[in-house]
């Protein structure tokens, strides 16, 4: 499977608590595709205003590692579009039993 390299780069986010780490998903020549948010503890997760490929893996995927992120974004943003990207996603069974979009591995 296509790949592209992406850096996950942590930054400080705003909260209405104070801030919190984050990672802006960087990919060639720095462009930003989205950020990186931890969840719950250890559980991170990803969006993106922009990028409708990150937009494809639905409200508030959970992430059990920064490693599982950067390798299915490593992939998906190797695709070139949102619909590849979501066939993707239902063939390697990445969301929940129940279906509801946005809940991975």
Do not use: Y
């Amino acid at each position: 499977m296509k790949t592209v390299k992406i850096e996950l780069r942590e930054v400080e986010l705003a909260t209405l608590s104070g801030s919190t780490r984050g990672w802006l998903i960087t990919g060639d020549g720095g462009v930003i595709h989205g950020m990186v948010h931890p969840i719950d503890g250890d559980l991170f997760t990803i969006s993106s205003n922009t990028d409708p490929r990150i937009q494809a893996f639905g409200w508030c995927p959970m992430f059990d590692s920064l490693a599982h992120v950067q390798n299915d974004l490593e992939i998906a943003l190797a695709m070139s579009s949102q619909a590849e990207v979501e066939a993707w996603l239902e063939e390697s069974e990445r969301f929940d039993d129940d279906g509801h979009h946005g809940h991975v591995h």
